[in-house]
Every structure is written in structure tokens, then in C-alpha cells.
């Protein structure tokens, strides 16, 4: 009987090295079957801990089994009320709302159709076959947690800069004002899936900076003080004290903090101080000849390549087969639009401002030792070397400063799971530090 196997049934051995491998499969992107992998915060460490889970869909809503009542990750979504569910690369923050016992039963008779492969973890536990009631009876032992995601309403709004030119942004949650400063090669909805995952502790603020989305143009003029005037403007309306900036937001964060009182905390992202190589001047003149000639596929590769951002398998590829790619992915994007995204041509030609922050900031770091904020440098272990080494030098210029690695993450951490980020995992170290926990 299921009850009288409850107390001699035990874990399989095989469980924990196939939920490692299930593990690093996934998140390399490789999805096995209807697994999916669960990340809900420890109850003493707040840290993410992870488990492969295969979720049901009964009368349309979802659900995750859980085999034992005493497992810890049961033990800590009861406590959280809420994880990370990833397939492959895309996530989705959910809440997890733990069924009564007497719910119980309707789902787990569910269970060996629709998840059939996890048959023989219960058959090893407790002994039961693949018979539907057999599963009913196990409502005692087996926790079970239903699935919800409930979307935070997103708003819209503008700020209007010293300059008269319009910032626009998006805002979403509730609580003390933050507002999230995106780098190179991005917009502000690049940002999002990050905003959703403060939203239940902040008001988040996420601006597109000049030259993308919501915002209007650069002028011919600009440079670093107009960059500074446009969050000044944000930071006025809102009454927001706390910034998080990605990599040249990163430096615009910087700046502004020691320009800016109102400015309390300052959470910073491999801001890209020093010059990746060399040939940095090089690249740079290739770069803005391809865009004069239109050659937008060949100037974003260009610079990619020179500033370290694509994979290695991307960096050893021949340039002018990186471009037919690129052009592609323009050509579909055309085709099919982009989403919220800013598209590629658009994006491509607000590079050159860019790195004009990084000339101009890059000889001039001892400045930031007038910083008065409290500071965060976060950054990944796989991101090039030149990004650590910056963070190493702010570390120094920053004696007071917090740093803290990210393993297993790059550059691009911060955005959207599906553009290589994982933005819960960046989430969960700005509230600690933004919270003070």
C-alpha cells in the first residue's frame, strides 16, 4: 500500500546525479522531455537552489508534484511562495501556491498519464504502480503546488531633459523608486524580465536612453553631461534615489553619482573603462565607415568582434561570413518585426555614442574616488577580461565598495532570458543590496 511504504521507501540512487545532468543540460539550453528546472530561494540563505521538475497542466492551470513532504526544495517554495521556471534559457518568475491536502488527490491522479516517465521515482518511494488511484492515495505524502504568473502591470511615461529632448520609460511595481540604466546594444525592454523580478519590492523605472524606442534623438553635440541630465531628469519626477546601470549605463551611473545628490545607492555592471586592446581607435574607424556606407551587418560585427561581446566560436569566425549571418537576422527581422525590441539597424548606428563614454571616462577613473553613494560592482565570471579588469580598478579607486562575481554568467546577465540573460539571478543580488539584506 502507499501509506504503510511511505516511511520505507527511499530516494532512488540514480536521483541526484540525473538531476545534475538534467541540470547542466538545460542550462546550456538542451531541454529533456517535459522537465523544466525549478529555482526558489533557500529559507536561511536566500540563494537560489535548483531542481529538474516536470509540471502538469490539468483544466488548463499547472501544477508541480512533489514526491516527498520533507525534500528541500518543498521546504523552501513553502517558505518563498514563489520560484523560477526555466525551459532551456527562457524563464518565467511564477508563484507557487501550495493545494490543501484534500485538492491533492485530483491532480495526482493525473500524474502517470501526463508525466509518465516519473513513474518510476514514486514506484521506488512508495510502491505503486501506474494505476491513477494508487496516486490519489499518496495526497498524505505528496505535496503539490499550483502555478501562477501574475503579469505586474507595465506603464509608460516621459521626463523631458535640460535639452528639451524627451526621455521615455517604462514603470512597473510598487515601493521605493529604482531605476535601471541599460548599455550598448540595448534598449530598456532589454531590461525587463530584471524589472518584473524587483517589481514586487520597487517602483522600477526602466528608460530607453536617446536614440532608441521611447526616447528622442541624440544631437550632434552630445557627450557624457547630456547623459547625466537625462537621468537627472528621471530621477527628479520620480523621486527615485537608486540606480542600477549595465555596463555604459554603468558609467553614466558613475558620473552621475558624483554630480548628483540625489543619488543614495549605485549598483554597477562591468562598465567598460578601459579599452578592450590596442586596436580599440582601429575598430572604431572601421566601424563608423561602415556605417556611413549603410553597411549596418558589417559594423555591428565589427563591433562585437572588437569589444569581445560574441561567443569564441563567434570571435574566430571570418568577418565577412559573421556578416551574412548578422544580415539575416536584419532581413527576419525586417520580415517579422522585432517585438519590443529595438531592431538591429536601429540599434547598430547608437554604438558610436557609446564608446565615446568610454574615451571619455577611461582616462579620468581616480574622479570616482569623490563617490559618496553606497556602491555595488557586480559582475560574471565568463565575461572577457578586460570587463574584470575595470571592476578591479574601481574595486581599488572604491575601498568601501561591495563586489561580488557571478558564476557561470557574462555580459549580458542582465537582459532578457531569451537574449542570453538571466536576470533573476542578477535580481536576487541588487535587492539584497538595495533592501540592505
Given amino acids: 500500500m502507499a501509506g504503510s511504504s511511505t516511511t520505507m521507501g527511499r530516494l532512488p540512487r540514480w536521483l541526484g546525479p540525473a538531476n545534475r545532468v538534467i541540470i547542466a543540460l538545460q ?12 529555482s526558489v530561494p533557500g529559507r536561511k540563505s536566500g540563494k537560489l537552489r535548483t531542481t529538474p521538475v516536470s509540471p502538469l497542466t490539468v483544466d488548463g492551470q499547472r501544477y508541480i508534484v512533489g514526491g516527498l513532504e520533507s525534500s528541500d526544495w518543498v521546504r523552501n517554495a513553502r517558505a518563498a511562495g514563489w520560484g523560477i521556471l526555466a525551459r532551456g534559457r527562457k524563464e518565467e518568475k511564477v508563484s507557487l501556491v501550495e ?36 496516486f490519489a492515495a499518496l495526497a498524505p505524502h505528496c505535496p503539490v503546488f499550483r502555478i501562477t504568473v501574475a503579469p505586474e502591470v507595465c506603464a509608460t511615461g516621459s521626463v523631458v531633459s535640460r535639452d ?9 511595481g510598487h515601493g521605493p523608486g529604482l531605476v535601471l540604466l541599460h548599455g550598448a546594444a540595448s534598449s530598456g525592454y532589454n531590461h525587463m524580465q530584471l524589472a518584473e523580478a524587483l517589481a514586487d519590492t520597487f ?14 534623438p541624440y544631437g550632434e553635440d552630445h557627450e557624457l553631461r547630456k547623459d547625466i541630465e537625462d537621468l537627472d531628469a528621471l530621477l527628479t519626477q520620480t523621486g527615485a534615489r537608486d540606480v542600477f546601470g549595465v555596463s555604459s549605463g554603468g558609467i553614466i551611473c558613475l558620473q552621475a553619482a558624483l554630480d548628483l545628490p540625489a543619488i543614495r ?65 536584419i532581413k527576419r527581422e525586417d520580415k517579422r518585426g522585432s517585438g519590443d525590441y529595438v531592431p538591429m539597424k536601429e ?91
Avoid: C
Avoid at 205 to 215: A, F, H, N, T
Fill in 27 to 38: 542550462r546550456r539550453g538542451v531541454v529533456v522531455g517535459t522537465m523544466r528546472l525549478l
Fill in 99 to 134: 493545494l490543501a491536502v484534500e485538492e491533492r488527490a485530483a491532480i495526482l491522479r493525473e500524474f502517470p498519464q501526463k508525466v509518465p516517465h516519473g513513474v518510476q521515482f514514486f514506484h521506488q518511494v512508495y510502491g505503486v504502480s501506474g494505476d491513477p488511484e494508487q
Fill in 164 to 172: 528639451g529632448t524627451t526621455i521615455g520609460y517604462r514603470r512597473i
Fill in 203 to 216: 517602483t522600477v523605472y526602466v528608460p530607453d536612453r536617446r536614440g532608441r524606442g521611447l526616447s528622442g
Fill in 265 to 329: 545607492r549605485i549598483a554597477i555592471f562591468e562598465p567598460p573603462l578601459l579599452s578592450p586592446g590596442p586596436a580599440s581607435m582601429d575598430w572604431m574607424s572601421r566601424y563608423e565607415k561602415e556605417i556611413g556606407q549603410g553597411k549596418v551587418a558589417a559594423a555591428l560585427v565589427s563591433a562585437i568582434k572588437a569589444t569581445q561581446m560574441g561567443s569564441p566560436v563567434f570571435n574566430a569566425m571570418p568577418h565577412r561570413l559573421l556578416e551574412s549571418f548578422v544580415r539575416m537576422g
Fill in 347 to 437: 540599434i547598430a548606428p547608437t554604438l558610436r555614442y557609446d564608446f565615446m563614454l568610454v574615451a571619455e571616462t577611461s582616462e579620468d577613473v581616480e574622479s570616482f574616488k569623490g563617490i559618496g553613494a553606497e556602491v555595488l560592482l557586480l559582475g560574471g565570471s565568463r565575461s572577457p577580461a578586460y570587463l574584470k579588469t575595470s571592476l578591479d580598478v574601481l574595486e581599488r579607486t572604491l575601498p568601501s565598495a561591495t563586489r561580488i562575481e557571478l558564476p557561470g554568467l557574462d555580459h549580458a546577465a542582465s537582459w532578457n532570458s531569451d537574449r542570453g540573460g538571466r536576470p533573476y539571478r542578477v535580481a536576487q543580488e541588487l535587492h539584497r543590496f538595495f533592501v540592505g539584506q
